[in-house]
């Protein structure tokens, strides 16, 4: 079965400082991996996407997100942070096969930003 | 815009009383699902629907049923809901397997 981990529930960054919000999972075959912003009483907004090639994806908004196959991390990056960057950030991973149609979420970091 | 909507965005509804959400889209796409959050956790799908084809994951609740009319509309309806169901509801669409899952904004289900 596949799995996601976001080890950390929330992540406190200063506005203008770097940011990073790690995501670790579990699959069978070759992953396709995603991270989705969700902001307060709002649907999930998508970000970016891994599939093959490059190991470093860039998204919207300035993020970008790194594959480590070695290592099976997504940890999702950006170089300086905004007040509006803080919301929920959840990755999420699909396998292929049967079950492929499940996108399966971890549960989730919080991301404030201080001004 | 291309989009996922959904109808209505906060619902009220008694213990019990069948209650129906409705999601449409314009994006084309040929995959719809049905997703329930709690709290802030991660969404759990409950269902989705290939074309006609509906797939109902093994650990849904009977009380939870889809119907998809055509491509644009999906509807999630509670048959009786309890206080356990109270959460919000995700929809979300995409051309295939495996692509990127397009979410709507969501309807907030409150039982009373």
């Known amino acids: 079965a596949q799995s996601v981990a976001q080890p950390e529930d929330q992540v406190n960054v200063a506005e203008g400082n770097p940011l990073t919000v790690k995501c670790t999972y579990s699959?069978?075959?070759?992953?396709?991996l995603f991270w989705y912003v969700q902001y307060p009483n709002r649907g999930l907004q998508f970000l970016l996407k891994?599939?093959?090639?490059?190991?470093l994806v860039k998204g919207s908004y300035g993020f970008e997100a790194e594959f480590n196959k070695s290592q099976t991390s997504f940890h999702l990056k950006k170089p300086s942070a905004l007040v509006s960057d803080s919301a929920l950030y959840f990755c999420?991973?699909?396998?292929?096969?049967?079950?492929?149609?499940?996108?399966?979420f971890g549960k989730g970091t919080k991301l404030s930003v201080i001004p | 815009d291309a989009m996922v909507i959904q109808n209505p965005r906060y619902q009220v509804t008694q213990f019990g009383k069948p209650v129906t959400l409705s999601c449409s889209q314009t994006?084309?796409?040929?995959?719809m699902y049905w997703y329930q959050q709690k709290s802030s956790q991660a969404p759990k799908l409950l269902f989705h629907?290939?074309?006609?084809?509906?797939?109902n994951e093994a650990d849904t609740p009977d009380n939870f049923q889809s119907r998809r009319p055509n491509t644009s509309f999906c509807f999630l309806d509670i048959r009786s809901p309890g206080l356990g169901d109270a959460a919000m509801y995700l929809c979300?669409?995409?051309?295939?397997?495996?692509?990127?899952?397009?979410f709507g904004p969501g309807t907030r289900l409150l039982v009373l």
């Open positions: 979300a669409t995409s051309s295939r397997g495996r692509e990127t899952q397009y």
């Open positions: 891994y599939i093959t090639g490059d190991n």
């Open positions: 699959v069978s075959g070759n992953p396709y």
């Open positions: 999420a991973v699909s396998a292929s096969g049967a079950g492929s149609y499940q996108l399966t």
């Open positions: 629907y290939y074309d006609k084809d509906f797939n």
């Open positions: 994006l084309n796409h040929n995959v």
